[in-house]
């Protein structure tokens, strides 16, 4: 068998999530269908780097191919673009060792969550971009993030599917930027961007981070309140699940 390696770019807004599912079209089912019909419709193994959700996105999603023919690198990659759906492109592609396990040799996973509070919800950015209809304060919201640093129990920042050993992960940085808008940008003023990485992530645990930091940061909920959050397991979250379109997995790092 050979092995390799890639990163997927891919807009998530028509896709069923990553994971492959009976009757629905997924971004791992799109990339087994165009792999195994390149291998003369033998059967292949495509293995991602963790799991997105309906209509999430990526920017630096990895994963590992197991096939039984041989391609160069450069070829593999332009049939595989050749084939994909186009929104789904294939950014690298190169050789890797059978051992190589894309979940557990990740040493970090960086996400992305763009969100704006502009009275102009652009119609372009609609599926890549949460709008709010409320204001928030770029302090709270750092302030908030803060609270979500370090290895913590994130019991009430996931939502039950995927069966999981534990529910302790630890966060290496989290902040809220604005995204600077302009003449030749195409976000509105008062755009903003999460970017949070860690070890690794629980099921919508970065949607519900998410959510709670903007429940700081319009002042819903007090920072007291949102450390208790890392004591116990509450009855019910500290906010709603925020929606998946403003989510990017953008880069995992080995």
């Known amino acids: 068998m050979k092995f390799y390696k890639g990163v997927v770019q891919y ?3 028509s896709f069923f999530g990553w994971q492959k599912q ?5 971004i791992q089912g799109e990339l087994e269908k165009v792999v195994s019909r390149l291998n003369g419709n033998k059967e292949i193994q495509v293995i991602g780097s963790g799991r997105t959700d309906t209509a999430v996105h990526s920017i630096g999603q990895v994963f590992k191919i197991t096939m039984p023919n041989d391609f160069e690198e450069s070829k593999l990659l332009k049939g595989m673009n050749g084939l994909l759906p186009e929104d789904i492109v294939v950014s690298s592609l190169e050789r890797c060792d059978e051992n190589f396990q894309p979940v557990f040799d990740a040493k970090s996973k960086t996400y992305k969550y763009y969100f704006s509070t502009s009275d102009v919800k652009s119609p372009h950015l609609r599926s890549l971009v949460t709008f709010l209809d409320y204001d928030v304060d770029l302090a709270l919201m750092n302030e908030a993030c803060q609270q979500f640093v370090g290895e913590k129990d994130f019991v009430n920042f996931h939502t039950v599917g995927t069966p999981v050993k534990t529910t302790v992960r630890e966060i ?12 030749h940008s195409i976000y509105p003023d008062k755009t903003y961007v999460l970017i949070v990485t860690g070890s690794g992530f629980l099921k919508q645990m970065v949607r519900l981070i998410m959510s709670a930091i903007w429940a700081v940061g319009r002042e819903r909920v007090g920072i007291e309140k949102l ?3 890392f004591d116990t397991k509450l009855e019910q979250k500290v906010a709603a699940t925020a929606p998946p379109q403003g989510l990017y997995l953008y880069e995992v790092k080995y």
Not at 172 to 183: A, L, M, Q
Request: hydrophobic share 30%.
């Open 11 to 13: 807009n998530g807004t």
């Open 22 to 26: 009976p009757d629905q079209i997924t």
């Open 172 to 183: 290496f940085s989290c902040e809220v930027e604005e995204v600077v808008s302009g003449e």
């Open 227 to 229: 450390s208790m959050a």
